[in-house]
């Protein structure tokens, strides 16, 4: 009798890095933490896991920065500027035009939800091809 394949199991681990002492992200530990994600493929008990992806990302707490936002966004990263300068104003709101402009909204699917809470930017994710 053969033994039945066993389908891969794939695990994804987060965390986030939260410290004051944090070199890097340090000085903006009260609205900002770095976060990473590990993807891992288990092919079988007899088999090592094997890391297959990584992704790391901002977590931005809007609110602790809201009436310095395009500042306060300008020194952490690269990437928080950008982001800050395209789709947010210096409120940290979703541009209107995204919402309402007939060629620059889209599909329509961004909204007023997306002016509160926490968001994510993630900076980058690696796959590996095999």
């Known amino acids: 009798m053969t033994e039945a394949k066993k389908t891969p199991s794939v695990q994804i681990n987060s965390y986030v890095r939260d410290s004051k002492e944090d070199i890097e992200y340090g000085p903006f530990h009260k609205w900002l933490?770095?976060?990473t994600a590990v993807?891992?493929?288990h092919r079988s008990a007899s088999r090592a896991p094997k890391q297959v992806?990584?992704?790391t990302a901002f977590i931005i707490d809007r609110a602790a920065i809201r009436s310095t936002f395009h500042r306060s966004m300008e020194s952490p990263h690269p990437e928080t500027?950008?982001?800050a300068l395209t789709i947010f104003?210096?409120?940290g709101r979703l541009k209107r035009e995204l919402m309402e402009h007939i060629v620059r909204k889209g599909s329509g699917v961004w909204g007023e939800e997306l002016d509160e809470g926490n968001f994510v930017l993630i900076v980058d994710v690696d796959v590996s091809e095999k």
């Open 81 to 83: 500027m950008e982001l």
């Open 89 to 91: 104003d210096r409120y």
């Open 33 to 35: 933490k770095a976060a």
């Open 53 to 55: 992806g990584k992704a």
């Open 39 to 41: 993807a891992t493929v």
